[in-house]
């Protein structure tokens, strides 16, 4: 088994992505949805191809793009750079890791200096528009898709361990950076969620505690 996680639905129903371990790292595939049969149609067919690795995508509210989470080196300007970064820790004989900095471990993984960055793709895989301007914000949160789009389609929101929750001006113009809408204190225990009013005005966060 391929190990095929995180389905998402877009937003007219006809299409279905979800994170696939098929390739080594794990990539977004994508597959057309046939609502009358309730069965994928066609063939399935991988939509990122980036060497970090690509999880928990979403749709954009007009379905033209995805919002995926890599792991990538914060100083690396695109792809090549990550590559490579990679490829040179796999051949050094030196093995051993220094930290200067938090945080260092995901459950039993080392980060290897990575930090999670948002990235957009467009849902036509024939239009690629990864570039190393688009990952404005370092760790954002990659478990449950904590990201979610404005009804305007302009914006998207995404919490990042940085203690802030940020939100990026989408409209069009993939290379924008996010910007920070709140900042959370070191006392808050509480889980953020990120999701935009209907009105557009602004963006609401519920909380869960965590025990």
């Known amino acids: 088994p391929n190990h095929e996680e995180r389905p998402r639905f877009s ?3 006809k299409r279905l992505i979800w ?3 098929a390739t080594d790292p794990t990539q977004i595939w994508m597959c057309d949805f046939n609502s009358d049969s309730g069965a994928l149609a066609g063939k399935p067919h991988q ?3 980036i060497s970090t690795g690509a999880d928990g995508g979403i749709w954009s509210p007009d379905g033209k793009n995805l919002v995926f989470v890599s792991a990538v080196y914060p100083d690396c300007k695109d792809d090549t750079c990550n590559k490579q970064r990679d490829e040179e820790l796999k051949k050094s004989k030196v093995k051993a890791k220094i930290f200067t900095r938090l945080f260092y471990r995901h459950w039993n993984a080392f980060t290897e200096f990575k ?3 948002l990235f957009v793709v467009s849902a036509d895989a024939n239009l690629t528009v990864l570039n190393g301007q688009v990952s404005g914000t ?3 949160s990659s478990g449950n898709e904590p990201r979610d789009f404005n009804p305007g389609r302009s914006r998207c929101a995404a919490v990042s361990s940085r203690r802030a929750r940020h939100v990026r001006n989408f409209a069009g113009r993939p290379g924008a950076r996010l910007h920070e809408q709140h900042r959370r204190s070191r006392s808050d225990q509480h889980e953020q969620r990120n999701f935009h009013r209907a009105d557009d005005r602004r963006v609401r966060c519920p909380q869960r505690k965590i025990a």
Do not use: A, L
């Open 19 to 21: 994170t696939s371990k």
């Open 47 to 49: 939509v990122t191809d």
């Open 138 to 140: 370092q760790n954002v």
């Open 11 to 13: 937003p007219d129903g």
């Open 115 to 117: 930090r999670s960055h």
